[in-house]
């Protein structure tokens, strides 16, 4: 029986870790963007939105998401929570759009409601905030801090200037 001493296979163990380190030691945060707001259904328990976000990957290797949590404010109220429950993976220098389903809780759904379905408003301010995690130890959970304004009609929402991701 062939023994190798714990301090090799110490120090082969430890080269291996920092050669990962060397690999993904300039990835950049991938960003969240709320890209449309859709309502799905209005009830008498609320109303459901489609929430779909872009997830941004600068990066030259894929981001492995492992889901995530998200607040959203509509005209300076907060509304909803949803949830990133699956996971996914951004490919690199590329963005992925998931859809999220949000229920909004029967007070909240009357001014909602109002706003959404009533004025012939093309486009309300939002804000997102939250987090995803990512499945890659470096970046871990990335912090979601984005407002703008988003149309109703499901085409591309705008970020204010100076808006952090």
Do not use: H, W
Not at 32 to 55: E, H, K, M, T
Not at 128 to 142: E, F, H, N, Q, S
Request: hydrophobic share 50%; glycine share 10%.
């Amino acid at each position: 029986m062939i023994r190798i001493p714990i301090a090799v296979i110490s120090l082969l163990l430890l080269a291996s870790l920092n050669g990962c380190a060397l690999l993904y030691r300039d990835l950049v945060e991938p960003t969240v963007q709320l890209v449309s707001i859709a309502p799905q259904q209005v009830g008498f328990s609320g109303i459901r939105l489609l929430c779909r976000l872009r997830i941004e990957n600068p990066n030259d290797v894929k981001i492995p998401i492992r889901g995530g949590n998200f607040g959203l404010a509509v005209e300076g109220v907060q509304v909803a929570q949803g949830a990133l429950i699956d996971g996914f993976t951004v490919a690199a220098r590329d963005s992925e759009i998931v859809d999220v389903v949000v229920d909004v809780d029967t007070a909240r759904s009357l001014a909602l409601a109002m706003r959404l379905l009533g004025g012939g408003e093309q486009a309300i301010d939002y804000a997102l905030t939250g987090y995803i995690d990512v499945a890659i130890a470096l970046l871990g959970r990335v912090r979601i801090d984005e407002s703008g304004s988003v149309p109703l009609n499901g085409a591309a929402a705008s970020r204010r200037a100076g808006d952090a991701i």
